[in-house]
């Protein structure tokens, strides 16, 4: 789909004007010293060389007690066995076959994989072959995004399967437990607890023992809810067990220390992970933004964009990141690869770095306009960047439209304000026309709905309001639980 030509009131509000590069590497990241210079680093000035406070495991410290391999081999992992399945007879046996013949197509939407599964006859799951089973639960837990949809439907197969005693995979075990965690936007301790009671399950009551993958669940749920602890607790335990670490885990590292508010932290995770030999793309440097200015350095965070922008532009050839979820999933596991081959063969790791895609993507963007137009509430520097993303062919998506209603409803409604009710009023026409042009990554939904109606609350008058309410509801085809909520919200700005 193409992407979305920026609506003019973003250059309408305010001329673009380029600033100076900070520090902007060469076109080519064949050494540790350029992929360093991607972020701003303090040298003298920092303790940065003494942390992280968390140590890498060690790889060569051994367990204690007994050794147990549990692996995902046929013969290890499958009862009943793997040619095994109930029989199906006339209806049965036609239900079984849709299902698999639509879970050939590994685009399938899960919602449609799932509608066909829950057409067999309980208790369904035995029905299906050890490797349909797999394919399915595979289908069902690729998503772009976790939420509670998702997670009941990959749970109810999970509880399908226990309840008749078919094991999962290591793979389907982590599943499940980032699943349990992840459904939700913001982590608390309710979130944690379900992860862990799932791990405890996987590991006690399945004797599945958990990966390296496991602990990074379990560590990022911890991190994200603030239970900073726990996570030190899990990342020695995955020590203890000798894990090795991977891209994920770096990754998280850099997260865990954005919410610690540490940027010393940051700037050490980042390089702890250049000097482990993973590859930097996109999806590392969008964590280190973030990470930055969770630790109160915006301006870091800013020039990082700068530097992945410039150098995108210095790489011949270079590509964009793809838009599609399941090719940006392939790509981290090519990258994940191409490091794994690179430690044992140094050589090649520059030719594979210059072979990542280093490059705002839409993501990139949502992180500097949330922070620019919720929490500093400057709209120009939101501007700048909302024009810079045609430069990358990066089409705006509902995230950008609810971070620019939710800066009009904060910032708007005072005397010299940026926000205006002349800018709220083309943002909102330019949502109006993405969502008519049905453009990828836009609906309407509960929030967008309630933080659209508390800008022109703000910004505008109540008249107004009521008419952008009546747009709405001609749009809007909501459930009982968001209309009840967008109408309470719609009567505490006219009643008031």
């Known amino acids: 789909m193409s992407s979305i030509h920026q609506p003019r009131f973003f250059t309408a509000c305010y001329r673009h004007q380029k600033g100076s590069d900070p520090g902007i590497?060469?076109?080519?990241?064949?050494?540790?010293?350029?992929?360093?210079?991607?972020?701003?680093q303090y040298d003298n000035h920092s303790f940065t060389d003494q942390l992280p406070l968390l140590e890498l495991?060690?790889?060569?410290?051994?367990?204690?007690?007994?050794?147990v391999v549990i692996s995902d081999e046929p013969e290890d992992c499958h009862w009943p066995p793997q040619r095994y399945k109930w029989p199906a007879r006339g209806e049965e046996l036609k239900a079984?076959?849709?299902?698999?013949?639509?879970?050939?197509?590994?685009n399938i939407p899960p919602e449609e994989s799932y509608k066909l599964y829950r057409a067999l006859p309980a208790p369904r799951i035995p029905y299906l072959d050890a490797n349909t089973r797999h394919r399915l639960l595979h289908n069902l837990g690729v998503v772009e995004r976790k939420d509670e949809e998702g997670m009941l439907r990959y749970l109810s197969v999970v509880d399908d399967m226990k309840a008749t005693g078919i094991p999962l995979t290591t793979f389907e075990w982590n599943s499940a437990t980032s699943f349990a965690g992840r459904y939700v936007g913001i982590t608390t301790e309710v979130e944690v607890e379900s992860g862990l009671r799932s791990w405890k399950e996987m590991e006690h009551v399945a004797g599945v023992r958990g990966n390296s993958a496991t602990f990074n669940i379990l560590f990022d749920l911890a991190t994200k809810a603030g239970k900073?602890?726990?996570?030190?607790?899990?990342?020695?335990?995955?020590?203890?067990?000798?894990?090795?670490f991977n891209r994920f885990h770096h990754v998280s590292l850099i997260h865990y220390y954005g919410l610690r508010a540490d940027g010393d932290g940051v700037r050490k995770a980042y390089k702890a992970l250049i000097e482990a030999?993973?590859?930097?793309?996109?999806?590392?440097?969008?964590?280190?933004?973030?990470?930055?200015?969770?630790?109160?350095?915006?301006?870091a965070a800013e020039n990082v964009y700068e530097r992945m922008k410039r150098l995108h532009r210095d790489r011949i050839g270079a590509e964009l990141p793809s838009r599609d979820f399941r090719k940006r999933r392939e790509v981290t596991k090519a990258l994940m690869e191409m490091a794994k081959h690179a430690k044992q063969d140094p050589a090649q790791l520059p030719r594979f770095q210059n072979l990542s895609v280093i490059a705002p993507d839409v993501q990139t963007y949502r992180i500097l306009v949330q922070y620019l137009a919720i929490h500093a509430g400057e709209l120009h520097k939101a501007v700048k960047y909302l024009d810079e993303m045609r430069w990358f062919e990066v089409p705006l998506n509902g995230s950008i439209f609810l971070a620019l209603f939710k800066g009009f409803a904060i910032h708007g409604g005072i005397r010299y304000t940026q926000w205006t009710q002349d800018r709220l009023e083309s943002v909102w026409r330019a949502y109006l026309q993405a969502i008519d042009s049905q453009h990828?990554?836009?609906?309407?939904?509960?929030?967008?709905?309630?933080?659209?109606?508390?800008a022109f609350g703000k910004c505008s008058s109540k008249n107004r309001t009521m008419e952008v309410w009546e747009v709405i509801k001609d749009k809007w085809k909501p459930q009982d639980e968001e209309l009840?909520?967008?109408t309470k919200v719609l009567r505490s700005l006219i009643e008031t």
């Open 228 to 244: 900073f602890k726990l996570a030190e607790k899990i990342y020695e335990e995955m020590a203890k067990r000798g894990h090795s």
């Open 484 to 486: 009840q909520v967008a």
């Open 277 to 299: 030999g993973e590859i930097v793309d996109t999806v590392v440097l969008n964590c280190v933004i973030s990470s930055l200015i969770r630790a109160y350095e915006p301006q």
């Open 57 to 67: 495991p060690n790889l060569r410290q051994p367990e204690e007690g007994p050794h």
């Open 440 to 454: 990828e990554g836009l609906y309407i939904g509960k929030w967008m709905v309630v933080w659209a109606l508390k």
């Open 96 to 106: 079984v076959e849709r299902l698999e013949e639509a879970l050939k197509d590994i």
């Open 25 to 40: 590497p060469a076109g080519e990241l064949s050494t540790k010293e350029a992929l360093m210079a991607l972020v701003d």
